[in-house]
Nanobody
Framework: QVHLVESGGGLVQAGGSLRLSCAAS????????MGWLRQASGKEREFVAA????????SYANSVKGRFTISRDNAKNTVYLQMNSLQPEDTAVYYC???????????????WGQGTQVTVSS
């Protein structure tokens, strides 16, 4: 059974930073791409960032390039999303997900966490 658990969300002022964590358990994730996706209220779920488990490849949505950084700690089976220069439009529920390839479409991800709320106040 695959299990992903996100943490680290919260309320932050515009310009601030947060770091999200995703702890993976239940399977060996060495062959999976780990991604972060988000869903704002009333909007579709969208891709934010992804990384191969080896770290050899990363991908970012244009809206977060230069502000967000995805990373991982293989020893802890954990993926992180460092979010800097947060803006109100970054407000959303952020999900950790796993897929067998580097996808930028949310529907292609197979395993999902429960999500963590990020709220950025202006």
């Amino acid at each position: 059974q695959v299990h992903l658990v996100e943490s680290g969300g919260g309320l932050v002022q515009a310009g601030g930073s947060l770091r999200l964590s995703c702890a993976a358990s239940g399977r060996t994730f060495s062959s999976y791409v780990m991604g972060w996706l988000r869903q704002a209220s009333g909007k579709e779920r969208e891709f934010v960032a992804a990384m191969t488990w080896t770290g050899s490849m990363t991908s970012y949505a244009n809206s977060v390039k230069g502000r967000f950084t995805i990373s991982r700690d293989n020893a802890k089976n954990t993926v992180y999303l460092q979010m800097n220069s947060l803006q109100p439009e970054d407000t959303a529920v952020y999900y950790c997900a796993a897929a067998n390839r580097m996808y930028t479409t949310a529907t292609m991800y197979t395993y999902w966490g429960q999500g963590t709320q990020v709220t950025v106040s202006s």
